[in-house]
T-cell receptor
Framework: EAGVTQFPSHSVIEKGQTVTLRCDPI?????LYWYRRVMGKEIKFLLH????????ESGMPNNRFLAERTGGTYSTLKVQPAELEDSGVYFC?????????????FGPGTRLTVL | EDQVTQSPEALRLQEGESSSLNCSYT??????LFWYRQDPGKGPEFLFT???AGEEKEKERLKATLTKKESFLHITAPKPEDSATYLC??????????FGPGTRLSVLP
């Protein structure tokens, strides 16, 4: 069974440009999470989808970030316009269902560098 | 606000030298405490979930324990392949996952 995949693995963009990150969860997993780790700090929650609906987006830093999950399958996270402080590693995780404490499976992450 | 701290920040062990990693948390209404392992360039890999004080779980050379204020990850007779960053996270009622900064473990042959 394929795990969570993320694309691209690395992205280097100029400040002010737009970047779109993609996450493909494990097939059949209704729950999808986005996290990020900036400047060597701890991983922080961004948002949580249940199928195509945003269950919780309280961790989104500002309105330059837009997450979508059309059709309840893959998800995209768009940053527009990117700022220097957006640099970091963006992780996606998926969970089958049931309890929030059930296992989340993480993807390898996308390393975003904003110059 | 929920907080998770981990100590030590980094730990170097000789192969076979057992030790423990600490995760301290302040959270009201803990629903679960999680341990993950993360290798360089990869995402966190799930190890354990602990739900209540007194609970213990084991997997190979790892054993996780939980009290009302902290969790320990005990590593018995570690091998070089146990080298990784170990992350602790908590989940609280009405909140979302809060991660600690991690402990970087190096096991030398």
């Amino acid at each position: 069974e394929a795990g969570v995949t993320q694309f691209p693995s690395h992205s280097v963009i100029e400040k002010g440009q737009t970047v779109t990150l993609r996450c493909d969860p494990i097939s059949g997993h209704d729950n999808l999470y986005w996290y990020r780790r900036v400047m060597g700090k701890e991983i922080k929650f961004l948002l949580h989808f249940v199928k195509e609906s945003k269950q919780d987006e309280s961790g989104m830093p500002n309105n330059r970030f837009l997450a979508e999950r059309t059709g309840g399958t893959y998800s995209t996270l768009k940053v527009q316009p990117a700022e220097l402080e957006d640099s970091g590693v963006y992780f996606c995780a998926s969970r089958l269902g049931g309890s929030p404490t059930d296992t989340q499976y993480f993807g390898p992450g996308t390393r975003l560098t904003v110059l | 606000e929920d907080q998770v701290t981990q100590s030590p920040e980094a730990l170097r062990l000789q192969e076979g030298e057992s030790s423990s990693l600490n995760c301290s948390y302040t959270v009201s209404g803990l629903r679960g405490l999680f341990w993950y392992r993360q290798d360089p360039g990869k995402g966190p890999e799930f190890l354990f979930t602990l739900y209540s004080a007194g609970e213990e779980k084991e997997k190979e050379r790892l054993k996780a324990t939980l009290t009302k204020k902290e969790s320990f990850l005990h590593i018995t007779a570690p091998k070089p392949e146990d080298s990784a960053t170990y992350l602790c996270a908590v989940y609280n009622y009405g909140q979302n996952f809060v991660f600690g900064p991690g402990t970087r473990l190096s096991v030398l042959p």
